[in-house]
């Protein structure tokens, strides 16, 4: 089982709502992150690279699935909706994401300060001030459910290694 830190690169995500206009703000904040990322030394852009890790490491008939994965509670469909919440890390159980889209969505803005405070301020020099003035148009447009944006995302099977298998029997 391969996981990668949830962030992304505004280039990752796709806005499918083509008659609203884009969420900037939530595109920026991903560049900021991934930005400030790089200048604490941190590489969290490795996802592309593991099925590559895995085949030479030994494994075979690793296999690469590519799916789109809606951020939020927007999909009309339950379980797209129930998916969204989930990516976004907000339900732990489906009844989590079915009875209570709201409280979601609401645990994620509180929780921003949190996510993007320490490393705003250190790595990108910015002033506290200036974090808290991001996050009340980031928070508006994470409300909004006219955004609807699309992540892409990868899930990896694999076999292990005959070498592995022999050894271990």
């Not at 009844?95 to 609401?106: I, P, T």
């Not at 974090?131 to 992540?151: G, I, M, P, S, Y």
């Amino acid at each position: 089982d391969l996981h990668s830190f949830p962030t992304r690169r505004s280039s990752d995500l796709e806005a499918t709502n083509q008659d609203y206009p884009p969420p900037l703000q939530v595109f920026r904040w991903l560049d900021l992150y991934d930005e400030a990322m790089k200048k604490m030394g941190f590489n969290f852009r490795i996802a592309h690279s593991f099925k590559n890790m895995l085949a030479d490491a030994g494994f075979v008939d690793v296999v690469e699935t590519k799916l789109e994965v809606p951020w939020g509670a927007w999909p009309k469909d339950r379980r797209r909706k129930a998916i969204g919440l989930w990516h976004l890390g907000l339900c732990s159980r489906m009844g989590d994401c079915r009875s209570n889209a709201n409280a979601v969505v609401e645990q994620l803005k509180q929780g921003l300060q949190g996510i993007v405070m320490g490393l705003f301020t250190r790595a990108l020099g910015w002033a506290p001030n200036e974090v808290e003035v991001f996050l009340v148009e980031l928070r508006k447009q994470l409300d909004d459910k006219n955004h609807h944006l699309l992540d892409h995302a990868s899930v990896f099977a694999f076999s292990l290694s005959p070498e592995f298998v022999l050894i271990h029997l």
